[in-house]
């Protein structure tokens, strides 16, 4: 009975969830696709760049179960992860702080029945949609030049899709802390240390151990760790830690990010 009421509800909220994504599409398509393309582009210049020319200097790498990969098999996965990283904290922090603080665009939204949640759901989703489609182009290129195999691809699709939701719902959870475009300096910052400290070129292990454990515990070294594993068919109890990891932090920073909206646009 209880779940026979609350169904209605919740197909009435996952509309408008679907509402506020869709309002991105219309205004992407306003602005041109190029837009939308261009944001695959840097991954795949790393990849073949340091994955491929560096790799050719460097040789085999070690994966943390003692398997041997060649290099660009080992960057590849992290290239993806550091991908899905980016295209989800541009599209939540320096749109959505945009959108929320100078554009003021959520308090004409928040006059419909939307809530606070909904759009930041509903934000989420359109990051994610556009990340799931950068990273399938990308691990088709894996596939071709044979990094991995089309069914381990499959399965680090939803994975990479998780990592957008993760970032995303931390980048919409900065935005809502962020005071002015300046800030964005300090993101940058933050976000790029991040890219190169995170087992992203070179394994953990290189690290002295103080440094070792701070790398382990931040979120893309979990996400570059749960790819990496999957697309070499080595994933094992660890994974499903960092799917634990990532599906909390998650939860965590969407709940903190719809209060925090609800906060500033009600003011």
């Not at 994966?63 to 599209?91: C, I, K, N, Q, R």
């Not at 381990?152 to 990592?163: D, M």
């Not at 909390?248 to 709940?255: G, N, S, T, V």
Request: proline share 4%; net charge positive; aromatic share 12%.
């Amino acid at each position: 009975m209880i779940a026979a009421l609350a169904l209605p509800r919740l197909t009435a909220s996952g509309g408008r969830v679907l509402a506020v994504a869709g309002r991105n599409v219309v205004a992407l398509r306003r602005a041109g696709w190029l837009v939308f393309v261009s944001g695959a582009i840097e991954p795949f210049l790393y990849l073949f760049s340091i994955g491929i020319g560096v790799g050719a200097l460097i040789g085999d790498m070690p994966l943390p179960d003692g398997t041997v990969v060649s290099y660009a098999a080992f960057v590849a996965p992290a290239m993806l992860a550091a991908s899905a990283m980016t295209g989800a904290l541009t599209e939540t922090t320096f749109n959505f702080f945009g959108k929320m603080k100078f554009w003021k665009l959520y308090d004409s939204v928040l006059a419909t029945p939307v809530g606070p949640m909904e759009i930041a759901f509903g934000e989420l989703c359109w990051a994610m949609a556009r990340g799931a489609v950068y990273a399938a182009s990308f691990l088709a290129v894996m596939i071709a030049m044979d990094l991995t195999s089309p069914l381990r691809a499959l399965v680090a699709l939803p994975a990479t899709v998780l990592i957008g939701f993760t970032f995303g719902a931390i980048g919409m959870l900065t935005a809502t802390l962020m005071r002015g475009w300046q800030d964005f300096d300090l993101i940058g910052t933050i976000q790029f240390a991040l890219f190169l400290f995170s087992g992203t070129f070179v394994p953990a292990t290189a690290y002295p151990a103080a440094l070792r454990w701070l790398i382990e515990i931040t979120p893309l070294y979990r996400a570059v760790d749960l790819i990496r594993a999957l697309t070499a068919g080595r994933a094992g109890w660890l994974q499903a830690l960092d799917i634990a990891y990532l599906l909390a932090l998650f939860a965590l920073c969407l709940w903190a990010a719809s209060r925090r909206m609800s906060r500033l646009l009600r003011k």
